[in-house]
């Protein structure tokens, strides 16, 4: 006996359909028709069932696996007039199918004859009718006994049959995410290894090869979330603040769901969990480059439009040119930092504000430099920046102040009081006014400028600090008009007098602990500096 009849009677089917031949006469057509039934029943030992996929089983055009909780299903599917074929997982439950992954975006088959595989390394492929490749995942960790499984989350994963673990998966489809961020996956850095895994919009809604936009995290200076249209910024949703990226104020936790930021020495990413596992959500980036929130309304079995951004012009990057802020509800939308002025009044007179502002008077590192708090802002690009998440802000003002680099500081962390410390080293970039979504910003200014500002604004407040607070744009800082000055320091009497500052006089008050520096312009006004 040869080894194909052995290992054929090590077949019990097959054991079955010898021995029903040899106890029958049977004709031809019987022989034929016996024959395609055990063919066909040894072609089901091989098609993958339920949510795994084991070596040498696969999927074929026309078959799905679903999740264990039949949350998702991954099989071949076509996308609008195209006759192009891809694997991908779609949503299982909800009717209108919505794909949320595609494997062979940039190598789509033409036929339905497409086979998904998995073999014994452990290597998902796709293969066309001639058994070519064109398209295979890239885990290359030997492993004895692989499996790939579609889990509820709607990752599809490749580990040991043995190991469930997060941490061991071989492969996943989370680290290449395409267009679509869903609960659990990680968008990020893993720093060890390098991999990088961001959002990739489509061509367009009926065409998965990579379009023109991508969002990720740029990890230069203090780390922030952009969309780039090619290489190029178009929209930034701004650094982690503690709470939210800052210039997305409505991309925050809710009720449904909740982000959460991680930022070590050996990751950096950010992800989202559902705190109701019966809503339905994702993000999408559109071939347009806008970031979406979807939510499924299972009641009118629709995907409604949740959030969305870019929302307005002041969303586009650097509208406004260096030290120029962007405010939606002003017109012109565009207007200089106070110190500044625009670089080119001939272009902003025209709405071309690209040229930004510039300083009035420029820093020299020189004593008696100061700075300007400026309230509810977008904080500017932070690509040439530095931080530090474990220093005061008084300690982070007095680093600024040291390097004459600095332009600005503010914190890392706008939970509670504030903490952390970053300094900007270049340039103000891309600054937004957000009003109470807004923080606070340190801007730093010559000397002779900061009494300057201080006369234009008439009256402020000099703070513990040293620092200048206008009493437009920050609602702590109290304003007084000369008689309540004069009758907190007797008259402005020589027994309040403390001294006499580089700015001028030195008072005490009578009735507090304040002291003021004050300069009298006229009978009617008194400078605080």
């Given at each position: ?22 106890r ?37 055009d ?47 088959l ?50 040991d ?7 061991n ?24 290894t ?40 178009h929209?930034?949703a ?9 210039a ?11 982000f ?6 050996k ?11 019966s ?39 650097k ?10 509800n ?30 009035k008077?420029?820093?020299t ?25 474990n ?26 009081s ?17 009003g ?73 008050s009578i ?19």
């Open positions: 006996m040869d080894s194909n009849t052995v290992s054929l009677k090590k077949k019990p089917i097959l054991q079955y359909v010898l021995k029903l031949m040899e029958t006469s049977t004709t031809s057509a019987s022989v034929t028709l016996i024959f395609c039934i055990f063919v066909f029943s040894l072609s089901l030992n091989s098609i993958a069932t339920e949510d795994i996929i084991r070596p040498n089983q696969s999927v074929r026309g078959n799905t696996i679903v999740s264990a909780g039949g949350q998702f299903e991954l099989g071949f599917i076509g996308l609008g007039n195209s006759t192009n074929r891809y694997v991908g997982i779609w949503y299982k439950k909800i009717p209108l199918k919505t794909i949320v992954w595609i494997a062979n975006r940039e190598t789509p033409n036929t339905t004859s497409g086979l998904l595989k998995l073999n014994t390394n452990g290597i998902l492929v796709i293969l066309d009718s001639f058994d070519n490749v064109v398209w295979s995942s890239n885990s290359s960790t030997p492993v004895n006994s692989p499996v790939a499984q579609l889990l509820d989350s709607g990752n599809l994963v490749i580990r049959v043995k190991d469930s673990d997060p941490a998966y071989l492969w996943q489809s989370f680290d290449i995410p395409g267009n679509t961020f869903l609960p659990g996956c990680k968008l990020g850095w893993n720093l060890e390098g991999l990088e895994r961001y959002l990739s919009s489509w061509k367009t809604d009926d065409d998965p090869s990579p379009g023109e936009y991508t969002n990720r995290i740029d990890p230069n200076g203090f780390p922030q979330l952009l969309t780039r249209k090619g290489s190029a910024i929209s930034r701004g650094p982690w603040n503690g709470v939210r990226f800052s997305a104020p409505n991309f925050k936790s809710n009720p449904i769901y909740e959460y930021f991680v930022s070590n020495d990751e950096l990413y950010y992800y989202y969990k559902l705190l109701d596992n809503v339905s959500t994702r993000i999408v980036l559109s071939p347009s480059g806008s970031v979406q929130r979807w939510v499924w309304i299972e009641k009118s079995q629709i995907w409604r439009l949740y959030l969305s951004g870019p929302i307005d012009d002041c969303d586009r990057y509208l406004c040119g260096p030290y120029g802020s962007c405010n939606i002003r017109s012109p939308k565009c207007e200089c930092l106070d110190g500044f002025e625009p670089k080119s009044q001939k272009e902003w007179d025209v709405a071309d504000w690209s040229s930004g502002c510039a300083r008077v420029e820093l590192c020189a004593d008696g430099e100061g700075f300007v708090k400026q309230s509810g802002l977008i904080l500017p690009d932070t690509q040439s920046s530095w931080f530090d998440r220093m005061s802000l008084d300690e982070c003002k007095r680093l600024c102040l040291k390097n004459c680099s600095c332009t600005a500081y503010a914190n890392t962390d706008i939970r509670g504030g903490s952390g410390c970053l300094l900007w080293l270049d340039k103000l970039i891309d600054i937004r006014e957000q109470e979504n807004g923080q606070d910003l340190y801007i730093r200014m010559a000397a002779s400028e900061l009494v300057k500002i201080a006369r234009i604004k008439r009256l402020l407040y000099l703070d513990d600090d040293g620092d200048f607070g206008n009493g437009d744009k920050d609602a702590e800082l109290p304003l007084f008009d000369f008689s309540t000055l004069a009758s907190a320091t007797n008259g402005f009497s020589t027994d309040s007098k403390l001294g006499e500052g580089g700015f001028g006089a030195v008072y005490k009735r507090s602990s304040e002291v003021f520096v004050s300069e009298i312009i006229d009978d009617n006004v008194c400078i605080l500096l």
